[in-house]
């Protein structure tokens, strides 16, 4: 599996945790370069010393800031030269009802999950067309394929997600850069702990009775990065096996 993923520079946000965090250890355990971002400084600094990363590999970001998602990216590019894998998994989950009126969940899950996605693009894209080379991992969802009572906002973010990146794919075929949209199910991670809404958290919980670990991510994402340049991944979708939804 570590073919083709060793010594590649790959930048991660959303990395103090979950998925992100474990996908960082995968990663490097096979070799690879890893950059992480994410708001908690604290835990990225945990990470990198399990690691055992230069202090540089770690940056505060907010996702929902461009230019502290760029200063990521220039990190990358100041510790290696380059970038070969962009991993945008920052992401929040406050599911709620509609008529809950959640307008600051609603709002803040569209800054993350979408203009995070957007903004990780563009801070990458230069550079991976200068290189003629690279590849873009988006984190969408199974809410990015079905829609449940609750799930609008959320499912909506993360259909946006898939719609981005396929026109993405579209457009950076010149450019010999790869897209994989990666939509998880019931993955163990932090992501229910943004809910609010008590009646959904309690369904929520049920679903996540039968969650699968957060290495099932990471060996995903390496699956894709691990291919052959000429082949392109471009989605996978998965879920624990008894996840009927």
């Known amino acids: 599996m570590s073919q083709n993923i060793e010594n590649k520079v790959v930048v991660i946000t959303g990395a103090s945790s979950g998925l992100g965090a474990e996908t960082a250890r995968h990663l490097a355990a096979q070799g690879a370069k890893v950059v992480l971002g994410a708001r908690r400084l604290d835990r990225l600094e945990s990470l990198a010393a399990e690691l055992g990363l230069d202090a540089r590999a770690i940056l505060s970001t907010d ?12 990190r990358a590019l100041e510790l290696h030269g380059r970038i070969d894998v962009l991993i945008n998994n920052a992401g929040l989950m406050p599911s709620s009802m509609l008529d809950k ?14 203009k995070g996605v957007l903004y990780g693009i563009a801070a990458v894209l230069p550079k991976m067309k200068e290189q003629k080379s690279g590849q873009i991992i988006n984190v969408s969802s199974v809410a990015g394929h079905k829609v449940g009572p609750g799930g609008a906002v959320y499912a909506g973010t993360k259909w946006a997600v898939r719609a981005i990146s396929e026109g993405l794919r579209q457009e950076v075929k010149p450019w010999n850069i790869r897209t994989t949209i990666v939509s998880p199910g019931a993955v163990d ?40 340049d000429e082949v392109d991944v471009n989605e996978i979708l998965f879920r624990p096996t008894v996840q009927v939804y």
Do not use: C, H
């Open 63 to 74: 996702v929902t800031d461009y230019l502290q998602v760029q200063a990521l990216v220039d």
């Open 101 to 114: 009126l959640k307008i600051e969940e609603w709002n803040r899950m569209i800054d993350v999950n979408i």
């Open 189 to 228: 991670t932090e992501l229910t702990g943004t809910i609010t809404d008590e009646d959904i958290a309690k369904g929520m919980a049920k679903t996540y009775e039968n969650a699968i670990p957060a290495s099932s991510f990471a060996r995903v994402v390496a699956f894709a990065i691990s291919q052959p």
